[in-house]
């Protein structure tokens, strides 16, 4: 770590990074790198000041005394970063994979396991209205993230006008709201894209997920980058699990699974399917 720069509001120490790293990876896998640590400082100092400590030593006593922050903490140290149709072949070939696999009345099932604010199941939930022509297609999306505070953002589904500004006209008239008064510059989702999706809270590294088997489509998508090795694998494999053997994983742009040792094959930028028997 560098030497701290005199104008800081709260000392700030290697140790107290050390210790802040520990505690992230202990409770929600995610690994930070060496260059986080001015980050880790200017997030958590806003708690601080929030919470009226004088120091690091202050809060990570209020943290051991009060369970409740721990939700806190962890919100403050994820990164969320997020787009409208991120990723648009992705969703191209979603639309296609639906359209192929309607089987009668069984609901195709989705778990995007990193909503975010929302943009990406929302996207979800488009691309199927889309590919079945109907604001009422047969899929099921689960949303899911650990920062309970992006999440209570993607279930209001407001977002300013700068964020849907890349969508065409007809879809921006066909599943958004504008606002007007005091809610004028920005936008709200129709409710038909609400009625398709399940916000949870989900911590990926939890015992229980609450997900039954059978999955068509799990989005897990620049989220395995905040992980170490080991525990990458731990959960493609637990995920991979949930999938029918006909359904498809996809990854961010950067993640990449096509060691033979993987529960997965590569079928298409960043897609795969699963190997092996399953239902």
Sequence with gaps: MAEQPETREFHYTRSDFERVRGMLYKRSGISLS?????????RLARRLRALRLNSFTDYFDYMSQNDNEWQQFTNALTTNLTAFFRENHHFEQLAKHLRQ?????????????????????????????EAFGRNNPPVEIIASDIDTGVLATAE????????????????????????????????????????????????????????????????????????????????????????????????????????????????????????????
């Excluded at 009668?104 to 939930?125: D, F, H, M, N, V």
């Excluded at 709201?177 to 936008?187: A, H, M, T």
């Design 156 to 279: 209001a589904g407001i977002y300013s006008d700068s964020r849907v500004e890349q969508l065409s006209l007809e879809r921006k008239k066909r599943f958004f709201l504008r606002g007007k008064g005091s809610n004028q510059g920005k936008v709200c989702v129709r409710d038909e894209l609400r009625d398709l999706i399940e916000f949870r809270q989900i911590n990926l590294l939890g015992e229980q997920w609450g997900i039954e088997p059978g999955l068509d489509i799990i989005f897990c998508r620049n989220v395995m980058i905040y992980f170490d090795k080991p525990t990458q694998s731990k959960l493609l494999e637990r995920m991979v699990q949930l999938l029918r053997s006909d359904g498809l994983f996809f990854a961010g742009h950067s993640e990449s699974f096509v060691q033979a040792t993987h529960p997965v094959k590569l079928i298409g930028r960043t897609v795969y399917k699963p190997v092996g028997t399953r239902p």
């Design 101 to 129: 696999h309607a089987h009668g009345a069984r609901k195709q099932r989705i778990w995007c396991s990193a909503a975010s604010t929302g943009e990406e199941p929302y996207s979800l939930a488009i691309t199927a209205i």
């Design 34 to 42: 060496d260059s986080k640590d001015q980050m880790v400082y200017s």
